[in-house]
Every structure is written in C-alpha cells, then in structure tokens.
C-alpha cells in the first residue's frame, strides 16, 4: 500500500495514511476515461430542442393559388418546408440522450481517475476540513496553505455533508468545487486540477471501489 501524509488545514503533516493499492494504483485507461466522461454528459443533455413541423406552424391551410394555369409550381399549404415560415423537415425533436454503461466499467474509470491524480502528486489528504463561521475566505485560504491556491488552480474538494460550514464556505469559489464521497464521478476529478478528500472520505471511497 502507499503511503501518503494527512495534513491539517494549516498545511502541516500531522500523520500518514495508507491508500488501497487496487482504487488508488489502477492502471490509467485514457479510452474507459473518455467514455465515461461522454456518457456522463451524455447523461446531462436536456434534450429539449424542438422545431416545428408543418403540422404545427402557424398559418392557413388554403390553397396559396389554383392549381393550373399560373405558370408556377403547384402548392396546397404555405406551411410546406419549401415556403419561408413553412415547417422543418426531420428537424431535432425531444429526446433522452442518456444510456447505459456497465456498473464495473463505471467504478474502474473512477479508480482510473483516483489513481491519475496520485501519480501526479495532486491528491492532499486532510484530517478534518473546519471552516469557521462558513466563510468562503476560511476556505480559500485553506487551499492556498494545503497547495491548491485560489483562484490559479482548480481543486475538487470531498467531505461528508454533515461539515455544512465547508459546503456553504465552498460554494461561492469559482475554482473550487465541493462534493459528498457517494457523488465523487470522473467528470469532476478529471475537471479540477487538484483533489482534496478528508481521511474519513477516503475510506469511504475506497469502501464502495474495492474491485
């Protein structure tokens, strides 16, 4: 197992942890990576665009001119595609974007991803993540000391809903992003530059990743 050192939010090494070799020293899999981020987005579409089809423009349904005789092409409805105003043909009709990815693909892509950030040398290991009073500045300032500065770099920051002076102090950090351990995704951790979890968030994490 590798050994990592938990810091306070003074940025001082107050003990190690050991990370779970098989969540936290899985191969990197840039292929399954781009697949879950698409399917993640994929996921996230509202597919809400519409055009209108003949049948649903507004104008009148009678005949624009006689048949024969004009010299013109023949028409029977100024709603026609053909006709400016007229309806869209085979135009984006609502839709649900969404399908499905395997559950164990899905789980070895956030590994793939947990394990990205620990090569890199980006993932900072807290014992608690106290923010007092629940101001943004206490947390910005936290950052800044456990090295992932506001605004410069990006940082993912995971910690159980219950510390909702982090949650509310996190939320208006254009850099900073906060997320419970049961909704850590590979959109987010490969979206922010640096990932701080607390220690009690790692066990969790490496709970519900363990192959």
């Not at 909704?183 to 951790?189: A, F, I, Q, S, T």
């Amino acid at each position: 197992m590798a050994k990592l050192d938990i810091k306070n939010v003074a940025g001082e090494a107050v003990g190690e942890i050991d990370l779970d070799d098989s969540v936290f020293a899985e191969q990197v899999h840039e292929h399954l990576l781009w697949e879950t981020v698409k399917w993640q987005l994929a996921k996230r579409r509202a597919g809400t665009h519409k055009t209108k089809t003949r049948s649903e423009v507004r104008g009148t349904s009678k005949k624009p001119y006689r048949q024969k005789g004009t010299g013109r092409a023949r028409h029977g409805s100024t709603r026609s595609p053909i006709w400016v105003g007229g309806g869209t043909t085979f135009g984006p009709q609502p839709r649900d974007y969404s399908y499905n990815m395997p559950k164990k693909a899905r789980k070895k892509a956030l590994r793939s991803a947990l394990s990205l950030r620990v090569r890199e040398g980006k993932l900072v290991v807290l014992d608690q993540f106290p923010v007092e009073g629940g101001k943004t500045r206490n947390v910005a300032s936290a950052l800044d000391r456990v090295g992932a500065p506001q605004p410069e770099s990006s940082a993912l920051i995971v910690d159980s809903t219950d510390n909702e002076a982090l949650v509310r102090g996190s939320r208006n950090l254009a850099a900073a992003t906060w997320l419970a351990p049961e909704g850590l995704n590979v959109y987010d951790v490969l979206d922010h530059e640096n990932l701080v979890v607390t220690a009690e968030s790692i066990k969790q994490v490496e709970s519900a990743l363990r192959p």
